[in-house]
């Protein structure tokens, strides 16, 4: 029999059942339909439900919505189970003020290294961390945690410099291909220490015309006298900045107006308690030049043995800001 002839008997039907599923029959198209179990009770056959062309294409982006789900957890969990643990010092350090205010990008640095090490840096962006007892690591390759990247221009790196670029940062992470995650302030312009992932420091520096060097400094202390007690109210002090002087501000605060600048070993009088601001503390003091406010930091108890308490010695200052020079060199603050 022809497939014409098998289905001819059909042609004035409206449906017929065929392994389970209804075919409903028009002059031009056969047109599959979903059988529904029959109800209890119901001596029907069941009722045809046309399937919805549109239900294959919403399956399929809910199919694929699940699997991104899924997918997202997986990877979360991944990354949980990876986050890398640190062991240097001056990371583990760094970590703790994550979120927090740490003032400027490099006395961030001076303090975490001071704190994690008991070593200071210097002023000199350069010469600082030679005077701490750092390396420098020449290639890339071997940075390793705990490392410190300072961009600038190699020809001008003193303690007044201030320019678009300048910058210094503490490696977390060594990702290769000149690549680092790091930790660092200010690197939005806020103050905020922020980590931050697959910096490039070569770039970074090439951008702004200048250059990058990264030092390592080792863990613990350089043979230093251990620092005394600062001065209070009452006491005689020194000026503690050798081959350098101290600024004398109208009020407590880097943002105040500069009087003038007071020579090293320069004796004042401390008139007043201590007030902190920006992260300094500042005493009122009583000089030569007249009275104003000094960081406490460089100021030492003047000794009441002739000749004790001299030397190289600085006091740490924990968040520096930039001033113009009177004239010559001067000790921020």
Avoid at 273 to 278: D, G, L, M, N, R
């Amino acid at each position: 029999m022809s497939l014409h002839g098998k289905f001819a008997g059909l042609a004035n039907e409206k449906a017929t059942t065929i392994c389970g599923y209804r075919l409903v029959c028009g002059l031009s198209e056969v047109e599959a339909e979903v059988r529904v179990p029959e109800a209890p009770g119901n001596s029907e056959t069941g009722e045809a439900m046309p399937m919805s062309p549109h239900r294959p294409a919403l399956a399929g982006v809910l199919a694929a919505f699940i699997a991104a789900l899924l997918a997202f957890g997986l990877l979360q969990a991944t990354h949980l189970r990876a986050a890398p643990t640190y062991s240097n010092p001056i990371a583990i350090t760094a970590l703790k003020y994550e979120g927090q205010h740490g003032g400027q990008c490099w006395t961030f640095v001076q303090q975490v290294v001071y704190e994690a090490t008991g070593r200071s840096i210097g002023f000199d962006y350069r010469e600082g961390f030679f005077e701490a007892g750092a390396t420098e690591i020449l290639k890339l390759a071997d940075v390793r945690e705990g490392d410190i990247i300072q961009v600038a221009a190699d020809s001008n790196t003193s303690p007044n410099a201030d320019y678009p670029g300048l910058h210094t940062s503490i490696v977390l992470d060594n990702l290769g291909g000149g690549l680092f995650n790091i930790i660092d302030s200010n690197s939005q312009w806020d103050e905020v220490v922020r980590r931050r992932e697959r910096y490039d420091p070569v770039a970074s520096a090439a951008a702004k015309g200048l250059q990058y060097h990264i030092y390592r400094i080792p863990a613990g202390a350089t043979t230093v006298v251990a620092p005394t007690e600062p001065p209070v109210e009452g006491d005689q002090a020194l000026v503690n900045t050798p081959g350098d002087c101290l600024r004398l501000r109208a009020g407590p605060g880097p943002d105040q107006p500069i009087i003038t600048c007071i020579p090293h070993r320069n004796e004042v009088t401390i008139t007043g308690a201590a007030v902190k601001v920006s992260g300094i503390a500042w005493v009122p003091v009583l000089t030569q030049s007249g009275p104003g406010w000094m960081a406490q930091a460089y100021l030492v108890k003047k000794p009441d043995v002739p000749g004790a308490g001299d030397g190289p010695t600085r006091g740490l200052l924990r968040y520096r800001t930039f001033a113009p020079a009177l004239s010559g060199g001067s000790t921020e603050p």
